[in-house]
DNA sequence: ACGACATACATGTCGTGACATGAAAAGGAG
DNA sequence: CTCCTTTTCATGTCACGACATGTATGTCGT
């Protein structure tokens, strides 16, 4: 098998095992991975519109992250308003539940976190992120990640 | 953002690239990346019961790959023969049809691989591999890769 | 031989992901 | 103002992935 194909498969595993992990963490609180992230975007960033939102989601480059909302919508975690001077947007916003269950996905998040430090105690992480980093440039998924850095540097809440 | 925050982010990025890619290429031959891991794997490896396959799928760690060999039955790809000294099982074998497409996709990964090899020059993949490895260890998915780089090994085809 | 258990596969269900399409609203050129 | 284009969002469709369950078939202890 050659090199690059390992690497391709070990890529893939590696995003497997991650979301499995998060997965049994996760269901603690009754959310997925897609749902939890887009629940921490909103709780950093918003209030945000859709469009925003599908712009720093990494787990869904679709057209817009619509289906997503509508389950956290449903769970009575966000609430969708639809925007003063364009009506066509549609303004997210945590309810205070989901305020509360973004602490709680924060917080299982950093469990993960420290797992995967654990992991990659010994290893050159910075060539690691350089690599991968250097790969997902210009990709919609790399480019999402990219969006969310800046504006966390922007306004570090 | 944490260091393994972004690290997580990167590699679902990563995944989801190389997949969109692959996606595109395939889009030639009418083959999803789930279905042409799976046909070169029976291709390599074949005849292969439905269980064997699904030890060896790094895309597909459910209970088994039944649906996916649904499609490449339907697409004249497949067949499924039941087993002779056990009736439960169903023996995987490419049709003609499907020993071609098989070689049409090996073509189409090493063009992917090129293209990842090109990407990957100048950075250390050894110490990339051993670190996804280690954290696939022990993961379904590393599990399955494992299996087929064992294969391969045993039966250099 | 027989009953309990294990294995192989198929299938129902849910939540993505990716893509295409359609409706509603905003913006811009004449 | 009017037509045309663009933007925003919702929704239909398809193929996963992951999990649970059900059925048929083997296997094994007794």
Same mark, same amino acid.
């Given at each position: /098998?050659?090199? @690059?194909? *390992? ?6 595993? $590696?995003?497997?095992?991650?979301? %499995? ?11 997925? &991975? ?12 918003? &209030? ?5 939102? +599908?712009? /720093? ?7 817009? &992250? ?13 609430? %969708? ?5 364009? %009506?066509? *947007? ?8 989901? *305020? ?5 996905? $924060? ?11 654990? $992991? ?5 992480? +910075? @060539? ?8 997902? %440039?210009?990709?919609? @998924?790399?480019? $999402? ?10 306004? &570090?809440?």
């Amino acid at each position: /098998m050659r090199t @690059a194909e *390992q690497l391709r498969y070990l890529i893939l595993a $590696a995003q497997r095992e991650g979301n %499995r992990q998060l997965t049994v963490l996760l269901s603690a609180i009754g959310l997925t &991975p897609a749902q939890s992230e887009a629940l921490r975007i909103i709780a950093d960033h918003g &209030p945000l519109a859709l469009r925003e939102l +599908g712009d /720093m989601l990494v787990c869904d480059t679709g057209t817009n &992250p619509s289906r997503i909302v509508d389950r956290l919508v449903a769970a009575g975690l966000v609430e %969708r308003t639809s925007s003063e001077h364009d %009506r066509r *947007q549609v303004k997210l916003t945590l309810t205070p539940t989901g *305020q509360d269950k973004a602490l709680r996905v $924060a917080e299982i998040e950093n469990q993960l976190y420290d797992l995967l430090d654990d $992991a990659t105690a010994g290893t050159d992480v +910075g @060539a690691l992120i350089a690599f991968l980093d250097g790969f997902t %440039r210009q990709s919609p @998924a790399g480019t $999402a990640l990219a969006n969310r850095l800046a504006a966390e540097k922007k306004q &570090p809440d």
